[in-house]
C-alpha cells in the first residue's frame, strides 16, 4: 500500500497518517519529521533547511527529493508507506512518478484532506498552546507569522496538486473538517475505492 496525504498545514495528516501506520502496518514518512532530524543532528541538509523552515518556506525540491529516494529504499518500506508532506509541488510530483517508476513501484492512492482555511490558524495556535503546556519544544515554524508563510507557500505550491492528481485520476478527497475517527473512516473508505 503506497499512499499520498495531502492537505495545509494543520490539515490533520499527521494524525491521520498514525492511524493508518497502525492499521496497515506500514511506515508515515514525513518529510517534515525527517528535515527536522535532519537538523536538529545537524547534518549538511539540516545545516541547509533550518533557515527556510523556521520562517515557513520550502525546502529545494532537490534535497527533499533525494531524501524521499533514500527512505523508501529502506526495508521497512518493502510492503509499502504513507507520504505525508510530500510531494509538496508539482515538480516533486513528478519527480515522485519519475523515482516509483524507476524503482517498479506504484502508487495505490493519494487522498486529500480538505479543510477550511480559516480553521487552521486555530488549529496550528491549539497545537502550540498543547505541546508547551505538555513541555515539550513548539516547532518553531508554529508562530502565527511562518504560519501564514507555510498557507501562502500552500495555496501557490501545493494546492495544484489536486489538480494534478484528478487528472491523473488518483485524487480521492475527504473531508478534514469532520471529527476524527469520522475522517479516519473515510479515509479508509477511500483507500479501499482506490
Ligand atoms: P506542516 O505541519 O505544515 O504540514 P511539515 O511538518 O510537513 O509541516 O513540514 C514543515 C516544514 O518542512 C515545511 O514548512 C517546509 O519548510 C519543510 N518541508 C517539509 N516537506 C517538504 C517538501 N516536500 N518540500 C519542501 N519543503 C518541505
Known sequence: ???ILLGPPGAGKGTQAQRLVEKYGIPQLSTGDMLRAAVAAGTGVGQRAKA???AGGLVSDEIVNQIVSERI???DCARGFILDGYPRTVPQAKALTAMLNEKAMQLDAVVELKVDETALL??????????????????ADDNPDAFKKR?????????PLSDHYHQTGE??????MAPMDEVTGAIERAIAAA
Open 171 to 176: 485524487l480521492k478527497t475527504v473531508d478534514g
Open 151 to 159: 498557507l501562502v507557500e500552500y495555496r501557490e505550491k501545493t494546492a
Open 73 to 75: 529504499d529502506q526495508p
Open 1 to 3: 500500500m503506497r499512499l
Open 122 to 139: 486555530q488549529r496550528i495556535e491549539k497545537r502550540a498552546a498543547e505541546t508547551a503546556a505538555a513541555g515539550n519544544g513548539v516547532r
Open 52 to 54: 527556510v523552515m523556521d
